[in-house]
Antibody
Framework: QVQLQQSGPGLVKPSQTLSVTCDIS??????????WFWIRQSPSRGFEWLGK?????????DYAVSLKGRLTITPDTSKNQISLHLTSVTPEDTAVYYC???????????WGQGILVTVSS | DIQMTQSPSSLSAFVGDRVNISCRAS??????LNWYRQNLGKAPNLLIF???TLHSGVPSRFSGSGSGTEFTLTISSLQPGDVGTYYC?????????FGQGTNVEI
């Protein structure tokens, strides 16, 4: 059974970098038929896709254009985890952040528990 | 991005009722449509993928139909444990998008 365990700070100051980590168990980060997503949810914008990484002999990355280059996803195969780093945050980045696995049938079949990150001074 | 529109935004029904939730895509997505339920403070749980395939462990009272731009999630006999917010989500494009949700109450 795949389990995703997230960790990270609940409060980040404006202009700083927001970082959240997702520890994966029950699957391998290098599974070459799945992808690993970051998604956030807020009352004002609903669910918003942020980015993904997937391994096909090497790691590939896709990022939402709306984030304008502020997002980096870093995979760590030694820890079997992925991390999200969102720079220059503003209060509009306040949301619950989720990691999720997209299975071979293109569904999000496993989710982390979610972390509420508030951007405030 | 592909826009996903759900209706209704909320509904209240009796135990045993048949419930339908609609989802419309702004362009054709084939059958690349998934349904989730989210309970308060929790992550979404997958119910149906590929428009009509029941995810493992999901009760058979749930079913999905549709293709192209029009999709429906049906609960054949609503149970108390079915309360929550239901979301459709397209996986036709990497830039996944979700509907705004349908809140189901008993």
């Amino acid at each position: 059974q795949v389990q995703l365990q997230q960790s990270g700070p609940g409060l980040v100051k404006p202009s700083q970098t927001l970082s959240v980590t997702c520890d994966i168990s029950g699957d391998s980060l290098t599974n070459n038929v799945v992808s690993w997503f970051w998604i956030r949810q807020s009352p004002s914008r609903g669910f918003e896709w942020l980015g993904k990484t997937y391994f096909r002999s090497t790691f590939y990355f896709d990022y939402a254009v709306s984030l304008k280059g502020r997002l980096t996803i870093t995979p760590d195969t030694s820890k079997n985890q992925i991390s999200l780093h969102l720079t220059s945050v503003t209060p509009e980045d306040t949301a619950v952040y989720y990691c999720a696995r997209q299975g071979q049938w293109l569904n999000l079949d496993s989710w982390g528990q979610g972390i509420l990150v508030t951007v405030s001074s | 991005d592909i826009q996903m529109t759900q209706s209704p935004s909320s509904l209240s029904a009796f135990v045993g009722d048949r419930v339908n939730i609609s989802c419309r895509a702004s362009q054709s997505i084939g059958v690349h449509l998934n349904w989730y339920r989210q309970n308060l403070g929790k992550a979404p749980n997958l119910l149906i993928f590929g428009a009509a395939t029941l995810h493992s462990g999901v009760p058979s009272r749930f079913s999905g139909s549709g293709s192209g731009t029009e999709f429906t999630l049906t609960i054949s006999s609503l149970q108390p444990g079915d309360v929550g917010t239901y979301y459709c989500q397209q996986s036709y494009r990497t830039s996944l998008t979700f509907g705004q949700g349908t809140n189901v109450e008993i």
